[in-house]
């Protein structure tokens, strides 16, 4: 079979993560991919791909990308480019789509148009011989121009670096993330994850029909909406019981001073209509397992908390003593204390490598500083091959990585872990320590400026400034 040249054309966020995810994506799929340039940070990816049906299923998954475009000419300038369109005109290569209805969508990547320019940049198409009607809102087919500029926005140049033409094939799965959208979701909490990040998380857990997906730090249930969306059955655990139970302070705003009513992950579920794929959330504590030992899951997501809007606990009490029930009280509430992030990691680990199955994935966020973060201290075990690891940056001194693990073989009693992720707490105390500064120094600078500013004005009009 003849093998197509595609340009799998990117959005240009979460950079890190795209190759991650198609690879994953191609994986669960099983649809070869020949790469035609190694992947680099520039906003495609060129591949040759077995069909077309093959390309169009692995965009329909895909967030990151934006669509995927059967490749007609690709140049390093525009007269080239159009030398090279003309000549296939000639031999045919409009022939199938020539009495179609048609558009001509415009990019310029780095760079900016005006509405006149962009006319002028599709009429330079006007050789081509078109005999069907335009069409902007409905069209048979889809052609798309594309100039790159480089990646350096202070950097433009004068001419694009490189041209591309071709027939749009497929478009890509991100309006899933508006249909997931936080601002229209029934039931969000304080980390409620963006719907993007849970989507891509589940396409590189390599979620798919009938697997059995946990998240034992569930939260508000984000990532069990997003692996639900492509057909795993989800289950979750949080040690928060009002969370689970909808019975949390309102987050949103305009109703902050409403009690929450009917607002649960359940309600979610329904929301999307995910309901037959949801199993149920348990209130239960990650640092004590419940499972039978039998109990396999084909893929763990996890966010654990960080200590800065959601605390770090577990249960136990910082003192020996007797439990007690209150009489008259059919539940007894347990004494929580802190739980280091590090050993949060660790147990989170050891769990996976006893309930994860052979060749599942391990997917979990972990918080940094980007000036002391260093690869030996994320977390290692001897069950389990580090298959990617993705930065996501916060602010100007905070990211938070997500690590991807594969479990390459069945536990015994003799492997280790070992991890020397800051804890919590000092990754909290670092967070408001470096923050207070950060906001120091701005108003000293502000204030500098001011006084500057003053200087200047008082020179311009000879009075003399203390």
């Not at 900016?112 to 962009?118: A, L, M, N, P, R």
Request: charged content about 25%.
């Amino acid at each position: 079979m003849k093998r197509v040249q595609y340009l799998l054309w990117f959005a240009h966020e979460h950079v890190s993560f795209r190759l991650h995810e198609i690879e994953s994506i191609a994986s669960v799929l099983k649809i070869p991919i020949k790469w035609l340039e190694p992947p680099t940070d520039k906003p495609w990816y060129l591949v040759e791909l077995p069909s077309e049906e093959d390309v169009q299923k692995l965009s329909a998954r895909s967030v990151t990308m934006r669509r995927a475009i059967q490749l007609w000419a690709d140049e390093p300038t525009v007269p080239r480019l159009h030398a090279s369109l003309k000549e296939k005109c000639l031999n045919g290569l409009l022939e199938p789509y020539k009495l179609k209805s048609f558009k001509v969508d415009v990019d310029l990547f780095c760079n900016s148009q005006t509405q006149e320019e962009k006319l002028e940049r599709i009429e330079s198409f006007s050789y081509m011989p078109f005999q069907g009607h335009v069409d902007l809102k409905n069209p048979d087919v889809t052609f798309q121009f594309i100039e790159y500029y480089g990646l350096d926005p202070k950097i433009i140049p004068e001419n694009p670096i490189r041209t591309f033409f071709g027939r749009v094939v497929s478009e890509s799965g991100r309006p899933l993330i508006h249909e997931l959208s936080l601002k229209k979701r029934k039931f969000i909490g304080n980390t409620s994850m963006d719907p993007q990040l849970s989507l891509l998380m589940a396409n590189l857990g390599k979620v798919s029909n009938g697997d059995l997906v946990l998240d034992p730090f569930v939260g508000s249930g984000s990532l069990l909406v997003a692996a639900a969306k492509f057909g795993g059955h989800v289950i979750g655990t949080d040690i928060d019981f009002l969370m689970l139970h909808g019975r949390t302070r309102p987050t949103r705003k305009q109703t902050r001073h409403i009690a929450r009513k009917d607002e649960s992950i359940e309600a979610n579920m329904i929301q999307y209509s995910c309901l037959d794929k949801y199993i149920d959330v348990i209130v239960a504590d990650s640092a004590l397992p419940f499972w039978r030992s039998d109990v396999e899951f084909d893929c763990i997501l996890a966010d654990p908390p960080y200590g800065i809007r959601e605390p770090t606990e577990r249960i136990g009490s910082k003192e020996s003593l007797p439990i007690l029930k209150k009489e008259g009280s059919p539940v007894h509430f347990p004494s929580k204390v802190e739980y280091g992030l590090n050993e949060i990691i660790k147990d989170l680990m050891w769990f996976s490598s006893k309930h994860l199955k052979l060749h599942g994935r391990l997917l979990f966020w972990v918080p940094i500083f980007r000036q002391d973060y260093n690869d030996d201290q994320m977390a290692r075990h001897s069950c389990f091959k580090l298959i990617g690891n993705c930065e996501q940056v916060l602010t100007t001194f905070t990211a938070r990585r997500l690590l991807i693990y594969e479990k390459i073989k069945i536990p015994q009693d003799t492997d280790e872990c070992s991890s020397a992720i800051p804890s919590a707490s000092t990754f909290r105390e670092k967070y408001f320590t470096h923050g207070d500064e950060y906001r120091l120094t701005r108003k000293q600078k502000k204030a500098e400026a001011a006084k500057n500013k003053e200087i200047w004005f008082a020179k311009l009009n000879n009075v003399n400034v203390k």
